[in-house]
C-alpha cells in the first residue's frame, strides 16, 4: 500500500488523481462545470457513453478516486483513505487545487456519499448532486433494508481475501447485472488493475459505512437515479435517499445491474435532461 511520503512526492493531486477539464463542444466561454465522481471497481473511463452528449452543455471534470486508475498504487494512502470521508477530503482539496468554486456533481455508487459529504463541509460550492445507484448503508437493519446482512458481507470479504481474482471474476457479471461480455470484462479488469488489499480495504469500509445521519443536513438539490433492479442497491435505497434528503427528486430507471452509465446510457442521459424541466442545469 501507499505510504504519506509517497504521496507528497507527486506534484498536485491533480496529478494523482488524474485530473482533467474537458472543455463543451458549444463553444461557450462561460459553461458551468460538470464533475464526473465515479464508483468501486472503476475510473473516470467508465462516463465515456456520457460524455458527448453532456459536453454539449458543460466544461466536465473528471478524476479518479483513490485506488483508482493508472495512479492507483500511489494515491491511496492505507494509513489515511480508511474511510469515504477522506475520499470527499481528496475531492476538496482537488476542486480547491483547481480553483474551482461552483460546479455540479454527478457521481456513481460510492461516489454518491462521498459528494454529500463534501457538500456538508462545503454547501456553497456544489449546486446540484446527481447520484446513480447510490447508498448511505449497505447493511440490514430493523426497519431498514440495505440489501446485505452481515453473513452476507463477511462472504464477501472472506472470498477477496482468499482469492481475490477469482472473486473479482465472479462478482464482475452479478454487478454488471447485464449479459454484456464487453461490461462484464471491463469492470473485471477495473477490479484486477487495484491492488488486492486496497481494494479489500476500502470494500470493508464501503460496504460497513452508515450516513444515514447525514441526510438531514443536506440542503444542495439532489437527484437520485436508481435503477429499477440493482444486486448491490434495492430500489428501497432510493425511496429510502429520496425521503430523508432535504431537497431530492427521486428517478427510477428501467436498468438492471449497477453501472446503468455504460449499461444504460441513454436512461442515465434522460433524467439528466428531466431535470432542467423545472430548472436549468446552467
Known sequence: MTSTSDMSSAKSYSELHNWRLIRNTAGLSDAPILVLSHGFGTDHRSWRLLLPELLKQFDVGVYDLAGAGPNGGR????????????????LLALLD????????????SVSGMVALIAAQMRPDLF???????????????????????????????DAMHSG???WANGFAPIIVGEPLPEFVLEFTAGLLNMPADVAIQTARFIFQS???????????????????????VPIE????????????????????GHLPHLTAP???????HKSTETEPLA
Open 75 to 90: 494515491n491511496f494512502d492505507a494509513t489515511r483513505h480508511v474511510s469515504i470521508t477522506s475520499y470527499a477530503d481528496d
Open 164 to 166: 481475490y481474482e477469482a
Open 266 to 272: 441513454y436512461a442515465v442521459l434522460h433524467c439528466l
Open 97 to 108: 487545487e483547481q480553483g474551482i468554486t461552483s460546479c455540479q456533481i454527478l457521481t456513481h
Open 210 to 232: 452508515d450516513f444515514r445521519h447525514l441526510l438531514a443536513e443536506i440542503s444542495v438539490p439532489t437527484v437520485v437515479i436508481q435503477p429499477k433492479n440493482d444486486p448491490a
Open 127 to 157: 449546486r446540484r448532486i446527481f447520484m446513480i445507484a447510490a447508498s448511505p448503508r449497505y447493511l440490514n437493519e430493523d426497519g431498514y433494508h440495505g440489501g446485505f446482512s452481515q453473513d452476507d458481507l463477511n462472504g464477501l470479504f
Open 237 to 256: 435505497v432510493g425511496s429510502y435517499l429520496k425521503a430523508h434528503l432535504r431537497n431530492a427528486v427521486l428517478e427510477i430507471i428501467e436498468a438492471r
